[in-house]
């Protein structure tokens, strides 16, 4: 499956921007993180090097992105916008659920949190 990835206008200006203004890093790594057992977010950092043979790269309007294919598994889009001076990551999961809790409006809801093992559910 391949990964639709989209960063507004600004982004790719900041994004640009700490690029240049840090020569050392030559990427914005795409990465994902555990959030709630089965449940993955989407974040992004600086990358100096493409660390595995497994690396996707791509030229997305003039940043080079990298991403491990495994990423894939987990998200069928990405999105990264800049406001406020923050930059915000929206990603939709392939399996938005988290099935080993089956909670669907976060944790409170969860039947496995009241004894602490629910990790950061955030279904919403």
Request: proline share 2%; charged share 25%; with cysteine.
């Given at each position: 499956m391949s990964l639709n990835f989209i960063i507004n206008d600004s982004a790719i200006a900041e994004l640009?921007?700490?690029?240049?203004?840090?020569?050392?890093?030559?990427?914005?790594?795409?990465?994902?993180?555990?959030?709630c057992h089965s449940k993955y977010i989407a974040s992004i950092t600086l990358d100096y090097n493409k660390s595995d043979s497994n690396d996707i790269y791509v030229d997305y309007y003039g940043?080079?992105?990298?991403?491990?294919?495994?990423?894939?598994?987990?998200?069928?889009?990405?999105?990264?916008?800049?406001?406020?001076?923050?930059?915000?990551?929206?990603?939709?999961?392939?399996?938005?659920?988290?099935?080993s809790c089956g909670c669907k409006k976060g944790c409170s809801s969860c039947p496995s949190s009241k004894n602490g093992s629910c990790g950061g559910c955030k279904n919403h």
């Open positions: 640009k921007k700490l690029l240049n203004n840090n020569p050392e890093y030559k990427y914005i790594r795409l990465s994902s993180e555990k959030a940043i080079s992105v990298v991403y491990d294919k495994n990423i894939t598994a987990y998200f069928k889009d990405i999105t990264v916008i800049f406001e406020e001076n923050t930059f915000k990551i929206k990603s939709t999961a392939i399996n938005n659920g988290c099935s």
